[in-house]
Each structure stands twice: as C-alpha cells, then as structure tokens.
C-alpha cells in the first residue's frame, strides 16, 4: 500500500504545495499575543515575586508544623488563609502575554514555580483535605519543596541568560 495523496492547492512542477488561506489571520492573531522583553518582564517579575514569597512562606510554616513550633490546624489555617490570594496569582500568570521567543525556557522555569507553589496551598485547602489524607498531603508538600527548589534553580540559571 501506499499514502493516499496530499490535498494541494499549487504545484511547482513536481511539489505540491498547500497554501494556508488564513495564514495571515493566524499570523495576526499569534503575534498579538506575543509582547516585547519589557512588556514581558513588567507584567511577569511582580507575579514572580509576590508567588517567591508564597513559596517561602508555606516552605516555612510546614518546617515549624513539622518541627512541632505550631501544631497541624494551626499550619492549615495559615495556608488557607492566603490560598485565595495564591490562586488568582496563579491564574493571573496563566494570562500573561507570550514571551519573546528567546525567553521561552525562563517562561517555562517560571510557570512551573508558579504551579508548584499553587499546588503547596492547594494540599491544604479545604478541597485537598477532603482529597487527600494526612501523610499524603504531608508527602506531596515534601516533593513541592524539592521542586520548588530545583526549578528555583532553573528560574535564576534563565534569569541570567536574559539579563
């Protein structure tokens, strides 16, 4: 058997070729979504910092529950107490014109960041303590930390890349 022929519109003696009629929509359309380094890191770097914050904070208050410094409802109540705040960031980030190009790898490191720490307050929510028993909770804050971490690392190894 062979494949069935292509659809084309054009040939050029032997290629055939299929033009996009919408191209230049589509291309209208990609590009306004796209925004300058500036515009990029304006709306990105308060989202960035204010979500850094939140990824300390929840990093501490699990050390000080899990150290016995305060106790498991104590740590939960904290956590709730910001997830809101913590879920419109996240959200927020998710709209956010494309970066250039060339910044794809920092947007990346930082989106990641960004559900990572979504995810360490979402454990602790009232949705997650339904989902989620205790020590699974207590293990996926854990591997969030390590994470939060490591892609902590990436973010300022393509911060540097960019500036």
Same mark, same amino acid.
């Given at each position: ?103 794809? !790898?920092? !947007? ?9 720490? !979504? ?18 909770? !207590? ?25």
């Amino acid at each position: 058997m062979r494949p069935s022929e292509l659809n084309y519109n054009d040939e050029i003696g032997e290629i055939k070729i299929f033009w996009n009629d919408n191209y230049e929509i589509q291309k209208e359309n990609y590009e306004k979504y796209f925004s300058t380094k500036e515009k990029y890191l304006e709306t990105l770097e308060p989202i960035l910092d204010k979500m850094l914050n939140y990824g300390r904070m929840a990093i501490d208050y699990f050390e000080q529950y899990k150290q016995g410094s305060i106790s498991e409802s104590t740590f939960i109540s904290k956590m709730q107490e910001s997830e809101g705040k913590v879920t419109e960031l996240y959200f927020k980030s998710g709209n956010i014109p494309f970066p250039p190009i060339e910044w794809e !790898d920092y !947007d990346q490191a930082c989106q990641s960041v960004f559900a990572i720490v !979504d995810n360490m307050f979402l454990y602790f929510s009232e949705e997650g303590l339904k989902t989620w028993p205790k020590r699974n909770r !207590d293990e996926l804050m854990q591997n969030a930390i390590k994470h939060y971490y490591e892609d902590l690392e990436k973010v300022r190894f393509e911060e540097k890349k960019i500036h």
